[in-house]
């Protein structure tokens, strides 16, 4: 457990901030397990950013609904209240047309369609938690990948004994794209070539398996006024960011803070 001794009170315009506040809100920041400091720092931010927020939005007398977030999940009443006054407060500059076309004209093929595969695999079944049975796959799923030869017919001779349904087809699962796998797969799935096969099985939740890309159709580059919406999109998220971290800026350098930076960690 962090020693909260060691860490002076935050203090926003006279308002203290419990040290009880900062060491919980601590465990959502990420740093270095030798430097629990850093986490701690980052919370002392956010919490003094937070306080700001909402001293502003009493101090201009703003009121707020909480909005539903998800089914069964609201905002608190502080969320509600600092989206107000940052809906009201925070003015990026509009994202023009000459800007989209610039930071698409940066590098065009960095848009593309995405691509197909064609995929065959073997899976031997087992649950990743079970030691044994995990182990024991594997052994499996090496002994079936010595036996493959460079031809696709050794690979449905092989899928005979793959526990997925596809062996019916061979272990064919037809033509698949980003998204279509777990994570594991796909990323196998990516450092193939035409026609190879993964040279040892890959672990997923579903146990081990053995993949072959059979064909590759690579994404096309994409027309601008295809993805116009997709950059028009990210750079207005990007000026909100900008624009939002102007105005708190703007609050600390009116404000007394004591205990905590608004300097970026």
Known sequence: AMNMSLFPDVVVNGETIPSAAIAAEAQNHS??????????????????????????ARARGLAAEPLALAPGRWETEDEALIRVLLEEAVLPDPVTDDAIRAEWARDPSRYRSAPLWDVS??????????????????ARAQALLARLGEGPKDFVHAARESDCGSKAQGGHLGQIGPGDTVPEFEAALRCLSEGQTTPAPVLSRHGWH?????????????????????IAEALEKAAWARASRDFVNRLGQKATITGASLAPI
């Open 31 to 56: 740093a270095p397990k030798d430097k629990p400091g850093i986490a701690w720092r980052k919370a002392a931010q956010a919490m003094a950013i937070r306080a700001l927020l909402l001293q502003e």
């Open 121 to 138: 695999h073997i899976l031997c079944a087992c649950d990743p938690r079970d030691q044994t049975e995990t182990a024991a796959a594997e």
């Open 210 to 230: 053995i993949i072959r890309l059979n064909a590759l159709a690579p994404g096309q580059v994409l027309p601008f006024e295809t993805v116009r919406p997709r």
